[in-house]
């Protein structure tokens, strides 16, 4: 019988006398320090001679992260010249349910101007929609949990609407409960269309399910998560479709099922946000004011970015206004810095 030749593991003996160290970068830590911890934390004495691993409490599981929205954008057509023309569309959004799908629809005319101006001024004012063919008194629903409805943003500035599917589960924070919270997910916008040809329509983000963390950020009570279900395969492939939830965990709320979570998706594109598995991300948080709470990432493959987290327009930000140097800004520099060196 042939004798047994494996050797025993090796056995690795480390000191961190230093204790943690979550300040600075993982890469960059001295060899006596380390950067976080799954259920133990290393407790160093005064003089830093020794140190003791002492067991603290673990972690539990808190949310599902679902299935992220689908995202629209509606804006006039170029091409539309509608100067001292009578106009009239079928504005139509249809989001799935539980039970099925619900049309909503907005019927308007007009003379000349927008129409799209005019589907986001009736948007503001909730009144005049047709649910499933039936008359209805208050047009779909824009608060988490509830009935049927979805989000939207109208953007006065460049004339745009932007929609996209709200959570089932109500926000604790606005409808506090004993009971456990209602089913995750969202109410999917499966569609939007105007008749007329005088939008045009696009899909910024479709839905994207069985995502992955690839980095997090905390900023007060909150805790911001990028997700993404791509992976490239190698680091050099380009990136794929991208989210951002945020993820609040109320400890003092408790419901029959435990602890209060409550998960939504703030930002999320398809061909833009360019997020892989191959490059997790570095995160952080910062609260400037109210209106302006930022969190700020880098992967190593984009550019720096930033979203303002407050604004309640974060969904509608383009992608090229994430980036903390925006492209166009670089190109003028550097056609500044040309023209320099050619005059003198």
Known sequence: MAEDNKQPAPISINTFTGGMNKDISKYVLPPNEYYDASNVRIVADSS?????????QGNEFAVEIPCSPAV?????DPNANLSGVAWTVNFTVNVSTST???????LLSGIGGNPVQSVGSALQNNQGWILNGIAVAAGPNTVAGGPSGFYWIYDESSKRIIFWGKPKSANPLSAPTILPMGP?????????????????????ASPQCATSVIGYAVLRDSIYLFTTAYDGGTPDAVGGPGQIWKVDVLESMQTL???LTYIECVYTRDQCINFTKQHPIEAIGRY???ETQGIYWTDNFNAPRKLNVASGNAMSTPCEFLDLAPKQVLVFLFFLIYLTEENF
Not at 100 to 106: E, I, K
């Open 184 to 204: 995750t997910g969202v109410y999917q916008v499966i569609g939007v269309a105007m008749s007329g040809n005088y939008a045009l329509i696009n899909s910024l």
């Open 72 to 76: 629209y954008q509606m804006i006039l």
């Open 48 to 56: 830093k001679e020794s140190a003791a691993l002492v067991n603290v």
């Open 257 to 259: 099922a435990g602890v």
């Open 100 to 106: 099925g799908t619900d049309v909503w629809q907005l």
């Open 288 to 290: 400037e004011k109210i």
